[in-house]
């Protein structure tokens, strides 16, 4: 497939990392969005962050599908290690809570198939208060490398954002040169974009990372995940074409099947997420996931949207301020189109049907065979006159593949 993408001439030719990682957006599951900061195994057994709570979630990524669905990088965020460094200035896991050691737990996530992400912070501290990556950056990475993590998210809390500019790059260098291939996940522009402090380098930071935080932390909630998908839209054309494989903007995790989000705003994030070809990172107690949550994280046919080779993040192409009606569009590999229409209208009842034009749609005219993702069926698709009826639900979304009748024969009858 590369060799037909370098013929088409689509793969990209700036000076980007080189790791051979992320090649596709990132799949996995990572504690903090559902369990954050929680530490007291006694009382919360098990929501506490622990090597019990990764292993029941590996267990149940692999028995109920999840990794066979593609999610495969098993992350622990903040709050794994000790709050002292160890004499000779080493990071420790927390010796009640990760009593196995992290090697041990390591072993654990690669023998049921999994990769092995962490997290650690640029500064002295990170973000919880557990000691930071600053000043120890070699002796850290040698354990990182011991432990053999295959991901590793630095994060930016307590220093000044202005420096990330070459702090970042400078620990991308002895990451690289550890030897070992680790996804490098950053949250460099994250800090700079929220707090206004300047138009991040995204030549810099591609150069540097596999993903980076675009934003602050997303949070299980409607408000927020709108805020997020109005951002992208609003930023695309500075944001958009930084993205390729191995290299992706991140708007942070999946909050799918916690408390926030109905089952609808469920399904927009899902389709949003692989209109923006953005990293699928699930944080939920598996658990206790309601079966409907989990068959839109499990829709293989949307997950392949987002894991499209190609790596061209989509765009919003069209945005009514009456009716809320947004339109996204990714262009795919195989020459089809994936266009999710959301409506953000948040009461009463779905419209009646929209009749879109192509141009509203920003999809070349020709004949389309059309699929709706979430039904997992084709659908008549066009009216008489040309256009392609659509009824959304208030914060509901309708995901469509659109392939062209053409590239049909040749792209599905092989
Ligand atoms: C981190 O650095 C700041 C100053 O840069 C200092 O005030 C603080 O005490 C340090 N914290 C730790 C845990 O070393
Ligand atoms: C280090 O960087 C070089 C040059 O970009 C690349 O070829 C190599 O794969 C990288 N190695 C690791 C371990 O990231
Ligand atoms: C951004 O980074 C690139 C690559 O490191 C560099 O060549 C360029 O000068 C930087 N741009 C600005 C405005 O600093
Ligand atoms: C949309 O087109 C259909 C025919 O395909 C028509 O029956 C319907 O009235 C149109 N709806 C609107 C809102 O124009
Ligand atoms: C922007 C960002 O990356 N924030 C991170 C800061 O630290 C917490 C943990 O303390 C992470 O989970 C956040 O994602």
């Given at each position: 497939?590369?060799?037909?993408?370098?013929?088409?001439?689509?793969?990209?030719?700036?000076?980007?990392?080189?790791?051979?990682?992320?090649?596709?957006?990132?799949?996995?599951?990572?504690?903090?969005?559902?369990?954050?900061?929680?530490?007291?195994?006694?009382?919360?057994?098990?929501?506490?962050?622990?090597?019990?709570?990764?292993?029941?979630?590996?267990?149940?990524?692999?028995?109920?599908?999840?990794?066979?669905?593609?999610?495969?990088?098993?992350?622990?965020?903040?709050?794994?290690?000790?709050?002292?460094?160890?004499?000779?200035?080493?990071?420790?896991?927390?010796?009640k809570r990760f009593k196995?050691?992290?090697?041990?737990?390591?072993?654990?996530?690669?023998?049921?198939?999994?990769?092995?992400?962490?997290?650690?912070?640029?500064?002295?501290?990170?973000?919880?208060?557990?000691?930071?990556i600053m000043d120890y950056?070699?002796?850290?990475?040698?354990?990182?490398?011991?432990?053999?993590i295959d991901y590793l998210?630095?994060?930016?809390?307590?220093?000044?954002?202005?420096?990330?500019?070459?702090?970042?790059?400078?620990?991308?260098?002895?990451?690289?040169?550890?030897?070992?291939?680790?996804?490098?996940?950053?949250?460099?522009?994250?800090?700079?974009?929220?707090?206004?402090?300047?138009?991040?380098?995204?030549?810099?930071?591609?150069?540097?990372?596999?993903?980076?935080?675009?934003?602050?932390?997303?949070?299980?909630?409607?408000?927020?995940?709108?805020?997020?998908?109005?951002?992208?839209?609003?930023?695309?054309?500075?944001?958009?074409?930084?993205?390729?494989?191995?290299?992706?903007?991140?708007?942070?995790?999946?909050?799918?099947?916690?408390?926030?989000?109905?089952?609808?705003?469920?399904?927009?994030?899902?389709?949003?997420?692989?209109?923006?070809?953005?990293?699928?990172?699930?944080?939920?107690?598996?658990?206790?996931?309601?079966?409907?949550?989990?068959?839109?994280?499990?829709?293989?046919?949307?997950?392949?949207?987002?894991?499209?080779?190609?790596?061209?993040?989509?765009?919003?192409?069209?945005?009514?301020?009456?009716?809320?009606?947004?339109?996204?569009?990714?262009?795919?590999?195989?020459?089809?189109?994936?266009?999710?229409?959301?409506?953000?209208?948040?009461?009463?009842?779905?419209?009646?049907?929209?009749?879109?034009?192509?141009?509203?749609?920003?999809?070349?005219?020709?004949?389309?065979?059309?699929?709706?993702?979430?039904?997992?069926?084709?659908?008549?698709?066009?009216?008489?006159?040309?256009?392609?009826?659509?009824?959304?639900?208030?914060?509901?979304?309708?995901?469509?593949?659109?392939?062209?009748?053409?590239?049909?024969?040749?792209?599905?009858?092989?």
């Amino acid at each position: 497939m590369l060799m037909f993408l370098f013929l088409l001439g689509l793969v990209p030719t700036t000076l980007t990392l080189d790791n051979g990682l992320a090649l596709t957006p990132p799949m996995g599951w990572m504690t903090w969005q559902r369990f954050r900061r929680i530490t007291d195994c006694e009382k919360y057994p098990r929501d506490c962050i622990s090597e019990e709570l990764i292993k029941r979630t590996a267990d149940k990524l692999v028995e109920d599908g999840y990794l066979e669905a593609g999610y495969e990088y098993l992350i622990i965020d903040d709050c794994w290690s000790q709050k002292h460094r160890s004499s000779d200035g080493r990071l420790m896991p927390d010796r009640k809570r990760f009593k196995s050691g992290m090697k041990a737990l390591a072993d654990y996530i690669h023998s049921k198939g999994f990769k092995f992400g962490m997290y650690q912070n640029y500064s002295n501290v990170t973000c919880a208060g557990y000691p930071g990556i600053m000043d120890y950056e070699d002796i850290d990475i040698a354990s990182f490398v011991e432990w053999e993590i295959d991901y590793l998210k630095l994060d930016a809390c307590y220093i000044d954002p202005l420096k990330l500019d070459t702090a970042y790059p400078e620990f991308g260098r002895k990451l690289n040169a550890s030897g070992r291939p680790i996804v490098f996940s950053c949250s460099w522009p994250a800090y700079q974009e929220s707090y206004n402090i300047k138009k991040p380098n995204y030549t810099s930071i591609a150069e540097t990372c596999n993903l980076w935080r675009v934003l602050g932390d997303i949070e299980d909630s409607w408000a927020v995940l709108s805020n997020v998908i109005d951002w992208y839209g609003h930023n695309q054309d500075r944001i958009a074409p930084n993205a390729g494989p191995g290299q992706w903007n991140d708007p942070d995790m999946l909050v799918i099947g916690n408390f926030g989000l109905s089952l609808d705003q469920a399904r927009i994030q899902m389709a949003i997420w692989a209109i923006m070809a953005a990293p699928l990172l699930i944080s939920v107690d598996l658990d206790d996931i309601r079966p409907e949550f989990k068959e839109v994280l499990l829709n293989k046919e949307v997950i392949y949207v987002n894991q499209d080779v190609l790596g061209k993040q989509g765009l919003r192409v069209y945005k009514n301020r009456n009716s809320k009606v947004e339109i996204w569009s990714r262009e795919l590999a195989d020459r089809s189109y994936a266009v999710a229409f959301i409506s953000k209208k948040d009461y009463g009842a779905p419209y009646p049907e929209h009749n879109f034009t192509f141009t509203q749609m920003k999809l070349p005219e020709g004949k389309y065979k059309v699929r709706d993702l979430y039904l997992k069926e084709n659908v008549p698709s066009f009216g008489p006159d040309g256009t392609f009826p659509v009824r959304i639900n208030p914060t509901g979304v309708k995901f469509f593949k659109f392939i062209p009748k053409e590239t049909e024969n040749e792209v599905y009858n092989k």
